[in-house]
């Protein structure tokens, strides 16, 4: 089925580390959310965005939507072991919500 | 609590049997969706109801799967004769209206032997 590409697949860093995931499409991007997955959880809608260029922060959190709007990139910064799960990027297209590959990300403290 | 509830949480099956899913969504979203997903990927969208009409249903859908959701309330995913490859966790969730955030229930995780 039709999925935003994410990378890295898996990552684990030490306790705070920075994390990264990217999230990327070949075609252009109406708008991209994120959301996370705690191990065993469901996904949790973290944030939107919409406009291109677009910056949001959450605490350590921070989303960006590419210039050109098929890239969006979730940058963690000083990991904590709170932050452990999966996380996906998700396009909305046509009525649906199509969520990407998912980074797992493990933190060790 | 007034989030999306989905039950069973979990259901063993064996090969052949039928099994139902309920999902309640949040009582004031009029929109409803069925997701599956298997271990290490990302949910993988289903079918979709706004109110009780149900508007798009994904190719990985066979014949063997049907939502419904009666008085735009509640909704039910089946499976029939049920397979293996059926093993995943459904995830149901709910919006308000189209392009926003989605409420996940905790999911019902099918096993089949």
């Known amino acids: 089925g039709q999925q935003v590409m994410q990378i890295p697949q898996y990552q684990h860093v030490q306790e705070g580390e920075d994390f990264t995931t990217y999230c990327n499409s070949s075609t252009t991007l109406s708008n991209i959310q994120w959301y996370k997955q705690r191990p065993g959880g469901h996904p949790v809608f973290l944030i939107q965005l919409v406009k291109s260029g677009e910056v949001k922060k959450q605490k350590r959190l921070t989303f960006q939507f590419g210039e050109a709007k098929k890239n969006s990139s979730l940058h963690i910064t000083a990991t904590q072991t709170t932050d452990v799960g999966t996380y996906f990027c998700a396009e909305w297209n046509t009525d649906k919500l199509i969520f990407g590959t998912g980074t797992r990300l493990q933190v060790f403290p | 609590d007034t989030g999306v509830s989905q039950n069973p949480r979990h259901k063993i099956t064996k090969r052949g049997q039928n099994v139902t899913f309920r999902c309640d969504p949040i009582s004031e979203h009029n929109r409803l969706y069925w997701y599956r997903q298997t271990l290490g990927q990302g949910p993988e969208f289903l079918t979709y109801?706004?109110?009780?009409?149900?508007?798009?249903k994904s190719r990985l859908l066979s014949d063997r799967f049907s939502a419904e959701r009666p008085k735009g309330s509640f909704s039910t995913l089946e499976i029939q004769r049920t397979e293996q490859g059926d093993s995943a966790m459904y995830l149901c969730a709910s919006s308000l209206g189209s392009a926003g955030e989605l409420f996940f229930g905790e999911g019902s995780r099918l096993t089949v032997l």
């Open positions: 109801f706004q109110n009780e009409a149900q508007l798009e």
